[in-house]
């Protein structure tokens, strides 16, 4: 039967008092020299979301930093793995198999070079579109089937330079909006965990900075 990923299910306690657990992880590279790139924007959400709800990043876990609390009755794990980018499902998947996440309570947020600047995009599962963090925890779960919320960062002038652009900086008037679209972006993580897929993607998809 497949999962149903737009219906959050209620928040109830299990025998052993245990609640719903919520995965959110954040994708990025490990470094100070990386720590404002576009390549860093999961990282950068997850950080809003840390500062949002009083949470401290500081326990490593599964090669990576994370921090839990409570939304809306539900715990939430907040995550950046540590791996680099294209070894995240190395850390994701032991986080998964450790905290018994569903995988329609995964949400992995990473940055998309195919969306432009200022576009967010949330999906309820589907292939990695080449970004090789997704992939390679598509690969470890073994399977496609998590939400994630990608970021749009936009692609430079032509068609190559790429795997540069990502690792540069976000230029000035970008880093003018950044605020805004992280905030937005933290945001439709949240309305994902306390009402589910279906109501953040029809209030977050599209082109935030244009409204």
Do not use: C, W
């Not at 950044?178 to 029809?202: H, I, S, W």
Request: charged share 20%; net charge neutral; proline share 5%.
């Amino acid at each position: 039967m497949p999962i149903n990923l737009f219906h959050r299910k209620p928040v109830e306690s299990a025998p052993d008092g245990d609640v719903t657990v919520y995965l959110l992880v954040g994708l990025g590279n490990p470094g100070r020299e990386y720590r404002t790139s576009r390549h860093n924007a999961g990282f950068m959400v997850i950080d809003q979301l840390a500062a949002d709800l009083g949470v401290k990043l500081t326990r490593v876990q599964n090669r990576a930093l994370t921090g839990s609390g409570v939304m809306g009755g539900a715990k939430i794990v907040l995550a950046k793995p540590q791996t680099f980018m294209n070894l995240s499902g190395e850390s994701v998947s032991g986080l998964v198999r450790f905290y018994k996440i569903p995988h329609e309570h995964l949400m992995v947020i990473h940055d998309d070079i195919d969306l432009p600047f200022g576009v967010l995009r949330l999906r309820p599962g589907g292939g990695s579109a080449g970004q090789k963090g997704v992939q390679s925890i598509i690969e470890r779960i073994g399977s496609q089937d998590f939400p994630r919320l990608r970021i749009g960062i936009g692609r430079p002038a032509g068609s190559r330079g790429g795997a540069g652009y990502v690792l540069q900086h976000f230029h000035a008037e970008e880093q003018k909006e950044l605020p805004f679209l992280l905030d937005a972006a933290a945001a439709a993580v949240r309305l994902f965990v306390t009402d589910g897929l279906e109501a953040a993607m029809n209030r977050y998809n599209g082109s935030l900075l244009e409204e």
